[in-house]
């Protein structure tokens, strides 16, 4: 999942577009105190508590409270994106009311993210064959050093922003006289700021997967979930993969 700011909420809150437009808000919440809690909150759970009932679109989406800015969240579960579509102050009973103004605009097809928005998800053909180029040499060398080093995590970047660890567990079955390797990989989220673009999250982290795994392995015997088997288990936000081959 990732979280996006609209570029119309760009400039409720007087954020410079073209500097963050194409950009997750994660990498930006200290920009302003209503992104950072848009990232507290929608980070937790793409939806909120209490919705707001749009007049045009019929979107279900949810208020967000920060002080007195007041403003509407909408889960794009298609692209899996959490957008802020909008920011206002609250004036209750007042026409420049948040609400007022965000049912407004939705009765002028301005409040939903427009074509624009959806372009600044995409990555440029270039920026996609840097990213895959970047995965493609250092996620197989990262597996390669945790084979050389059984029972000891390896990290390391990959693509200068994904700080990923992987733990190589080599496991005797006598009765069948064969040896079972299993591989773990945490992924730490978010990714660290940096050059490079990078892909949705979903797509990002098949991608590095894929690059990862052997060849009688498929990214559907790869398994989500359970504890990172360092001392102290997995990290905060941390997520966890692991596959088995013989």
């Not at 007049?55 to 579960?77: F, S």
């Not at 579509?85 to 007022?100: F, K, M, T």
């Not at 301005?110 to 624009?116: A, I, Q, Y």
Request: a negative charge; charged letters at 25%; aromatic letters at 8%.
């Amino acid at each position: 999942m990732e979280l996006r700011v609209a570029r119309r909420a760009l400039k409720d809150l007087g954020l410079p577009v073209a500097e963050f437009c194409r950009r997750p808000a994660t990498e930006y919440e200290d920009a302003h105190d209503v992104v950072k809690a848009f990232v507290e909150r929608r980070g937790q759970s793409p939806v909120g508590q209490e919705a707001t009932s749009l007049p045009v679109t019929k979107a279900t989406v949810y208020n967000l409270h920060h002080g007195r800015y007041r403003c509407l969240t909408w889960h794009d579960e298609d692209s899996d994106v959490v957008w802020l579509l909008g920011v206002g102050w609250h004036e209750s009973g007042s026409r420049d009311d948040a609400y007022a103004i965000l049912k407004a605009r939705d009765e002028a097809g301005t409040l939903m993210p427009d074509e624009d928005d959806f372009l600044d998800l995409a990555m440029s053909y270039e920026e996609a064959h840097s990213f895959v180029a970047q995965v493609s040499e250092q996620a197989p060398e990262l597996v390669a050093q945790a084979r050389q080093n059984p029972g000891q995590e390896v990290r390391d970047l990959i693509a200068g922003r994904l700080d990923v660890g992987v733990y190589v567990e080599i496991v005797d079955i006598a009765a069948e006289d064969e040896t079972l390797e299993e591989i773990w990989v945490g992924f730490s989220l978010p990714p660290l700021p940096g050059p490079c673009e990078l892909p949705a999250q979903l797509e990002w982290l098949q991608t590095v997967l894929a690059a990862m795994i052997p060849e009688e392995v498929s990214l559907a015997d790869v398994e989500f979930g359970g504890a990172f088997p360092r001392q102290g288990g997995s990290r905060p936000n941390e997520v966890v993969a692991c596959w088995r081959s013989f």
